[in-house]
Structure formats: structure tokens, C-alpha cells
Antibody
Framework: QVQLQQWGTGLLKPSETLSLTCAVY????????WSWIRQPPGKGLEWIGE???????KYNPSLKSRVTISEDTSKNQFFLKLSSVTAADTAVYFC????????????????????WGRGTLVTVSS | DIQMTQSPSSLSASVGDRVTITCRTS??????LNWYQQKPGEAPKLLIY???SLQSGVPSRFSGSGSGTDFTLTISSLQPEDFATYSC?????????FGQGTKVEIK
């Protein structure tokens, strides 16, 4: 059974860099897109970015200038770095797998997040 | 960005009730809409993808409908384990966005 295990620093000061790791166990790493998603306290989910085929990345435009997502395929791991954090970056950060299923010639491939890590609370405070 | 608006933001219901949650998008997304359930302290769990397809293992009391800009998640008979927050997510544009969530509480 495929599982995502994540870890990283939970308490940061303003201006520091957030670093998280997500490891994929029990399944294939290649062939999927791997995302980071966050949820501020009491708020909705926000997609941060993803890494996929051949290390290609895509980021949420609102965070793009501060985000780097990378991978180590030899270890089935991917990483999030978010620079210059502020209190607004306080959130639970999730790693997730984006899966696609072909739904015919009209709809093409439909995507959804079908596998999630347990989340890491990151607090930014001086 | 495609904006997602859910209503209501919260609701109170009793076991056995029929519950309906609505998600509206800022532009047409065909049926590229997913629904998730999240319990406190847990990661989201996929319930419905492509607006109406039930994810494997999800009880049949959950159903989804809609297309274009208006979508609905229905729980036909609310069970104790269904008290949670439900979120919609669009997969039309690859700047994936989520609704703010609807919290289903016990009446």
C-alpha cells in the first residue's frame, strides 16, 4: 500500500526558509505528479506547487517567487522550500499525489489528489 | 485563478438527514470537479472525482452532480462518521484551487 511520510522543521522565525520532505513508500514514484498543499488555521486548502515528469515543476503564481520544489528519485522523495516566510505562511503543509484517469476522448484525463501525507504544522513566529 | 465558492460555510444536521453542499466556480469547468472530506487533524480524503464518479471504497450514500459552474455534493443519509469538513476542488485549470470548505456539525 502506497504511503506518503513527511517531515520538516515545525517552528520558524520570520524571513527564514521553510524546508519539508515527503517520502513515497510502497509504490511507484515515477509517472505521477507530486504536490505540496497547505491549510492555514481555520481556512481552506491552497495548492503550492508540484513536480512531475523529468523533474518538471509548476507553482501557484501567488507563491512562485518564493517556492522551490525538487526531488530525489533515488530515494523516492520530494522536497519543498519556501523562502522569506512570514506569519501568513503558518499552516499545516500536506504532500499529495496527483493522479489522472482517462475519461474518454471528450473529457480526456481527469486529475485528483488521491493520496495524502498526514500533514506537518509549520508555525512562523518571532 | 478559478475561484471556488461553497455554500453553506457550515450546517447542523442530524443522523439520517439528507445533506446537500453546493460549490460554484467563477468560470465554467465542465465536470472537472472533485470533492474531499476532512476530519480534524487528518488529511483530506477523496470522495468524488469528475463531478460524479465515486472514489473506490467510498460509501454509496455520497453522490455528486453538476457541470459548468454549479456542483452539488449530497449525503443521502448522514451517518455519525460523516461529521467533517467537505471541500471542492477544480481540476480544469492546472493552478488547482479549492473551496473554503463546508463544516457539517451535529445538531
Amino acid at each position: 500500500q502506497v504511503q506518503l511520510q513527511q517531515w520538516g522543521t515545525g517552528l520558524l522565525k520570520p524571513s527564514e526558509t521553510l524546508s519539508l520532505t515527503c517520502a513515497v513508500y510502497g509504490g511507484s514514484f515515477s509517472g505521477y505528479y507530486w504536490s505540496w498543499i497547505r491549510q492555514p488555521p481555520g481556512k481552506g486548502l491552497e495548492w503550492i506547487g508540484e513536480i512531475g515528469h523529468s523533474g518538471s515543476t509548476k507553482y501557484n503564481p501567488s507563491l512562485k517567487s518564493r517556492v522551490t520544489i525538487s526531488e530525489d528519485t533515488s530515494k523516492n522523495q520530494f522536497f519543498l522550500k519556501l523562502s522569506s516566510v512570514t506569519a501568513a505562511d503558518t499552516a499545516v503543509y500536506f504532500c499529495a499525489r496527483r493522479h489522472g484517469i482517462y475519461s474518454g476522448s471528450y473529457y480526456g484525463t481527469v486529475y485528483y489528489f488521491d493520496l495524502w501525507g498526514r500533514g506537518t504544522l509549520v508555525t512562523v513566529s518571532s | 485563478d478559478i475561484q471556488m465558492t461553497q455554500s453553506p460555510s457550515s450546517l447542523s444536521a442530524s443522523v439520517g438527514d439528507r445533506v446537500t453542499i453546493t460549490c460554484r466556480t467563477s468560470q465554467s469547468i465542465s465536470t472537472y470537479l472533485n470533492w474531499y472530506q476532512q476530519k480534524p487533524g487528518e488529511a483530506p480524503k477523496l470522495l468524488i472525482y469528475a463531478a460524479s464518479s465515486l472514489q473506490s471504497g467510498v460509501p454509496s450514500r455520497f453522490s455528486g452532480s453538476g457541470s459548468g459552474t454549479d456542483f452539488t455534493l449530497t449525503i443521502s443519509s448522514l451517518q455519525p462518521e460523516d461529521f467533517a469538513t467537505y471541500s471542492c476542488q477544480q481540476s480544469y485549470s492546472n493552478n488547482w484551487t479549492f473551496g473554503q470548505g463546508t463544516k457539517v456539525e451535529i445538531k
